[in-house]
């Protein structure tokens, strides 16, 4: 089955704990997004990545990290988590970023 | 000014009516329209993508693209109260999806 899973589904943590979000794909894609979604906000890119190796920051990169070492994982890593990183997390996948989006099912994160 | 902005709602259509809904855009470079769903809780699903002027049609769902004026919309005609969700436009720029806030679509039996 296509799909893409993400790591875990639920996160409580505290300020300032190393995190790392897993994300991967078994269809084979090129492209891949970290999103949060914030109510009122929607959809808001964090980071994507072209391909193997090749990422770039999206619109509200700050305080994310990411790596694309293989083709179908890429984790989300919260290096010093804060309080307004508490959101809801997707991960997307598709062949290029005028194709469709196939998305993770989401990680609902808690920072206090 | 919001690159992508849609009505946040919500909308409120009698089953088996026409929904409308709509979304502007401020880039005129962009290429590639997207329609998601979103159901609370759920991730977004795509409904109907667009990249031409006019529209297109798929079952009960029709996308319109406007370049000229930047506006795309989507319309549900027999609206179900399975429609009831969120719907999410998304426009392509470069290398990134820009998303508008969704516009909550509720159906009413």
């Known amino acids: 089955e296509a799909q893409v899973t993400q790591n875990p589904r639920y996160l409580i943590t505290v300020t300032g704990k190393k995190l790392t979000v897993t994300c991967s794909q078994n269809?084979?894609?090129?492209?891949m997004s970290w999103y949060r979604q914030d109510p009122g906000l929607g959809l808001r890119q964090i980071y994507y990545?072209?391909?193997?190796?090749?990422?770039d920051k999206g619109d509200v990169p700050e305080g994310y990290k990411v790596s694309r070492k293989e083709k179908r994982n890429f984790p989300l890593i919260l290096e010093s988590p804060s309080p307004n990183q508490t959101s809801l997390y997707f991960c997307a996948s598709s062949l290029d970023p005028s194709y469709e989006q196939y998305f993770g099912p989401g990680t609902r994160l808690t920072v206090t | 000014q919001k690159e992508v902005e849609q009505n946040s709602g919500p909308l409120s259509v009698p089953e088996g009516a026409i929904a409308s809904l709509n979304c502007t855009y401020s880039d005129r470079g962009s290429q590639s329209f997207f329609w998601y769903r979103q159901y609370s809780g759920k991730s977004p699903e795509l409904i109907m993508f667009?990249?031409s002027n006019g529209d297109k049609e798929d079952g009960r769902f029709t996308a319109q693209l406007n370049k000229a004026s930047q506006y795309v919309s989507l319309l549900i005609r027999d609206s179900q109260p399975s429609d009831s969700a969120t719907y999410l436009c998304?426009?392509?720029?470069?290398?990134?999806?820009?998303w508008g806030a969704g516009t909550k679509l509720i159906i009413k039996p």
């Open positions: 667009i990249y």
């Open positions: 269809m084979n894609h090129e492209y």
């Open positions: 998304a426009v392509n720029r470069n290398y990134q999806l820009i």
């Open positions: 990545s072209m391909n193997v190796e090749v990422t």
